[in-house]
């Protein structure tokens, strides 16, 4: 694997915890009310979608059992529109299971 795409697997990775952490002990409906919240967990995901948007794609067919869920494009649909319910869903449906494989993969090849 090449050092960038380690590197922006890394950035995936410390974003999809961080975006996980922000809103762990929140409900949805604090969520809904904290605009400073949901700014903070869009722009976790808007630099995991810049990281993935930049993967080789040698990287992209190595890593094809890892399900990428392409942030941008599923959560920015339109540039003045964000639903947050889809946010929801990706931080407590996807980010956990993206976050345990990225988990193997890194620690994997910062061994070798």
């Known amino acids: 694997m090449r050092f960038r795409d380690l590197h922006y697997l890394q950035d995936i990775l410390i974003s999809a915890?961080?975006?996980?952490?922000?809103?762990?002990g929140h409900t949805w409906?604090?969520?809904?009310?904290?605009?400073?919240?949901?700014?903070?967990?869009?722009?976790?995901l808007e630099i995991m979608g810049k990281a993935e948007r930049?993967?080789?794609?040698?990287?992209?067919?190595?890593l094809s059992n890892i399900p990428f869920v392409l942030m941008r494009n599923r959560i920015f649909?339109?540039?003045?529109?964000?639903?947050?319910?889809?946010?929801?869903?990706?931080i407590h449906q996807d980010l956990p299971g993206l976050i345990a494989q990225l988990e193997k993969v890194v620690l994997s090849h910062e061994k070798s």
Do not use: C, M, N
């Open 17 to 24: 915890r961080l975006a996980f952490s922000y809103v762990s």
């Open 54 to 62: 930049r993967l080789s794609e040698e990287t992209r067919i190595h």
């Open 29 to 44: 409906t604090r969520f809904l009310q904290d605009t400073q919240l949901q700014d903070s967990v869009l722009r976790r």
């Open 77 to 90: 649909q339109e540039y003045d529109k964000v639903d947050l319910s889809d946010v929801w869903d990706v």
